[in-house]
């Protein structure tokens, strides 16, 4: 949960830097004078918001710790003492030699080590030996703000308080977790604590961190935090310390994290491991050692590394190389098995230790998808950590932000994509969802939440409230703009908790492949993007789309889905013949360029690129293949030419493909195919159009939130929808949301995300629903409606960035 947010602070630190006048010290000198004690020292540190994030200094004075004479006569001034002038916070912890119970000190903060330099001076009293000074971002130019912690929290506590919110209707059911660090290590009164604690009770958190001993226990309590996170990986001892503690507090523990940002720990376990599991895990996929061209197991070993696999081929011909083109799949399929099985026993173990319905989760990092494109091989794999129950609550995070610029390119809805993951792979065993919902501005807080609520998530971490002075660069407790999202979101949340919590997104009729199996083979991240991008512009469309892996695709009867999207190379040949079944019994296929052509070891298979009616040879560029125009047939819905961007790869198509022909390039060569295949369809694209999606995104929205997108790309990313008949189950007519529903017997609720993020004024919207009694939103209160064929239709303005419909039976 570290790396992204420095990205957030570049973009912040350039607009602070804009105002200021001078920088702050490379160095600064510091010196205390206590007044309350005699023959005293001080041990020196820092917390700062860059890496190594915390430092330690020699005491002050030198040597003090050891050594009577040398420690400083109160009323005395110490020597100056020579720190980094980072942002952050300056911890002195007095001692003489015991820590004091109480000390009232004057510290003194100069350019230089003398008082020449002074720029700051602080006198105050505090219980316990620790004195910790904050140093805002500008506090060379803003001296006036540099605090004591103390300080710090009266403020945050004033800043909650002058929002004047409402304390009732807060949700019972939905948590919402976070905490607030440095008790004991960055001061010792807990009253600075409690200060901290009522904050984050006043914006509505229901739920922290597990106390480490009676006090924190009793001042949660006092407090009123119902429930409880704690970190354990498997520590038995440490699960009895926490019954012992309180069994009451002990069965308000909601779910125990295993691990924070794991990677494949099954890539570095291999070696270690004896080849005899491997075999026995082959064996267990019902493979044998004939399968591998070998006469019995002593001749297989793992072998994750590609290159030895075209050295094979090489030296020793198609028959070894295909063997080890096996044993490498099988490999990397094993690491996973490894990383899996490790989970899945501490899972069982945490459900001995802990109370009944105890959660178990691992926070999947968005890095590697968001950004990177790509889950394997480095991480777990999300799909199969669900499936095969290795925890029991599905968990990620967001680090995303709503400039163009920004992490994640502002498109919010990409958390959307990584909760569909977790969703569908949770599936098998109805797994709930949890997300860390990091910093953001009001708006960004609210839309962010609202996504993943509407996706099916039941907590949220706001990760990570701080406080300031004593995080890394993780925190909020300054941020009153956060403090009103994280407020907005709990608030509206109690209002619909009645339908939110219980309901569930609907059955979806279109779905994207996701192969795990292509990424093993080849970690190009731009094949996962695009797949991010087809899922934003269908949701936008109201065709949110169900996210499949191998497993997936061949557990479920694909007959719900009337349209699939596929892009990924590689795919296991049984994962193909389920595909090429599924359009033939009346199924609609969307392809793109490469899609289907080899499977899960690296052989060229026709199953899929048989259907399509026409040969086609790809070209991968990553800089692009310039720009062109697409004219459509009627039967697509767009009249319009469509101009494109052409990027990563394009197929060039040839063969008797005329009749097929229902998109053309300016140049006229073949740009989409349709294909009648028995029952149902086959769509083929010779380009990719998420990525034209999000190239116009771009364009339109050069600098800045992210808050246009054009529809033509998007349709005609879209159109096979339409031309399947896919029934919208949210139709909404202007405008351009998230609207995701929620659906349990007590009724939907409607989850809206307005990302435009301007007012729109007599919004209609018809949903896919019978039997409601009321029709009411969160922002508009009673709402007039019909209902008519299974749906209920109704109009309202729309005046902020999300608002919640509830239409209750």
Excluded at 259 to 266: I, M, R, S
Excluded at 784 to 805: A, C, L, R
């Amino acid at each position: 949960m570290k790396k992204a947010i420095g990205i957030f602070f570049i973009f912040l630190g350039i607009g602070l830097c804009t105002f200021a006048q001078q920088k702050n010290p490379e160095k600064i000198y510091i010196r205390f004078k206590v007044i309350s004690a005699d023959s005293v020292y001080a041990n020196l540190r820092t917390c700062i918001h860059r890496s190594p994030w915390y430092v330690s200094y020699p005491t002050i004075p030198r040597g003090g710790e050891n050594y009577a004479r040398l420690r400083i006569k109160q009323n005395q001034y110490s020597p100056w003492a020579e720190i980094n002038g980072d942002w952050g916070t300056i911890i002195l912890d007095f001692r003489n030699p015991q820590p004091l119970e109480e000390v009232e000190v004057e510290i003194q903060i100069s350019t230089k080590n003398d008082e020449s330099g002074i720029f700051k001076t602080i006198k105050t009293q505090e219980k316990g030996s620790i004195v910790s000074i904050s140093l805002p971002f500008d506090y060379y130019n803003n001296p006036g703000e540099i605090l004591t912690v103390r300080q710090e929290s009266e403020k945050h506590l004033k800043m909650a308080q002058s929002l004047n919110l409402s304390q009732t209707n807060l949700p019972e059911k939905f948590s919402f977790y976070t905490g607030a660090s440095g008790y004991e290590t960055v001061y010792k009164d807990p009253e600075i604590w409690k200060n901290e604690l009522k904050t984050l009770r006043i914006l509505g958190i229901n739920g922290t961190g597990y106390p480490s001993n009676k006090q924190q226990l009793d001042i949660y309590n006092e407090l009123g935090f119902s429930r409880f996170i704690t970190a354990n990986s498997g520590n038995i001892t440490q699960a009895k310390n926490e019954k012992n503690l309180s069994p009451d507090a002990f069965a308000k523990i909601q779910a125990v994290v295993l691990a924070d940002e794991p990677g494949n720990l099954g890539l570095y376990q291999i070696e270690k491991e004896p080849v005899e599991n491997f075999h026995r895990f082959l064996e267990d996929n019902s493979l044998k050692p004939k399968d591998f061209n070998a006469k019995d197991w002593s001749d297989i070993k793992p072998n994750t590394d590609r290159k030895k696999v075209e050295e094979i081929a090489y030296n020793w011909g198609p028959k070894y190389g295909e063997a080890a083109k096996k044993i490498f799949y099988w490999t990397h399929r094993y690491a996973q098995h490894i990383t899996i099985l490790y989970y899945k026993t501490l899972t069982e173990q945490i459900e001995k230790e802990y109370n009944p319905g105890v959660l178990t989760y691992v926070n999947y990092t968005d890095h590697p998808i968001i950004l990177g494109g790509i889950m394997l091989p480095g991480s777990p794999d999300w799909f199969e950590m669900a499936r095969q129950r290795a925890t029991s609550l599905m968990w990620t995070e967001d680090w995303m932000y709503g400039g163009i610029r920004s992490w994640g390119n502002g498109l919010y809805q990409r958390l959307g994509f990584l909760c569909d993951i977790l969703r569908n792979g949770a599936s098998k065993h109805n797994l709930p969802l949890g997300f860390y919902n990091t910093m953001d501005n009001e708006e960004g807080i609210r839309m962010k939440g609202f996504i993943v609520i509407g996706h099916g998530v039941k907590i949220i971490d706001y990760f990570y409230y701080g406080p300031t002075y004593c995080a890394t660069e993780n925190y909020w407790s300054d941020n009153i703009s956060q403090y009103k999202g994280v407020a907005k979101v709990i608030r509206d949340i109690g209002k619909a908790e009645d339908l939110v919590y219980p309901g569930q997104p609907p059955k979806r009729q279109v779905a994207i492949v996701y192969s795990t199996t292509d990424e093993i083979w080849e970690q190009d991240g731009a094949k996962g993007q695009e797949k991010q991008y087809l899922h934003i512009a269908l949701a936008q469309e109201m065709y949110p789309a169900d996210i499949l892996n191998e497993g997936l695709i061949l557990d479920r009867d694909l007959s719900q889905y009337k349209v699939i999207y596929f892009m990924d190379k590689h795919l296991p040949s049984a994962a193909l013949k389920k595909l090429r079944t599924y359009v033939e019994n009346g199924g609609t296929l969307v392809l793109l360029p490469l899609a289907g052509e080899k499977d899960e070891y690296d052989n060229e298979i026709d199953t899929i690129t048989s259907i399509i009616g026409a040969n086609a040879k790809t070209s991968i560029n990553p800089t692009g293949f310039g720009t062109s125009s697409i004219t459509l047939n009627q039967i697509t819905g767009i009249t319009n030419d469509v101009p494109v961007s052409l990027s990563y790869r394009k197929a060039e198509i040839s063969g008797s493909v005329k009749s097929q022909i229902i998109g053309k390039f300016s140049d006229g060569s073949p740009a989409i195919l349709a294909n009648k295949v028995k029952k149902g369809n086959v769509i083929y694209y010779a380009f990719m159009p998420g990525h034209n999606f999000f190239a116009k995104v771009a364009e339109a929205n050069p600098e800045g939130n992210v808050t246009k997108f054009p529809e033509l790309p998007r349709k005609l990313i879209t159109f096979p929808c339409t031309m399947a008949e896919v029934m919208k189950q949210v139709e909404i007519s202007q405008g351009t949301f998230e609207a995701d529903l929620l659906v349990s017997e007590k009724g939907t609720a409607l989850i809206l995300v307005n990302f435009t993020r301007q007012p729109i004024d007599a919004v209609k919207i018809k949903i896919q629903a019978s039997g409601i009694k009321s029709v009411s939103s969160v922002e508009n209160g009673e709402i007039k409606f019909q209902e008519n064929n299974g749906y209920v239709s109704f109009s309202m303005p729309v005046n902020g960035v999300t608002d919640i419909v509830m239409l209750k039976k």
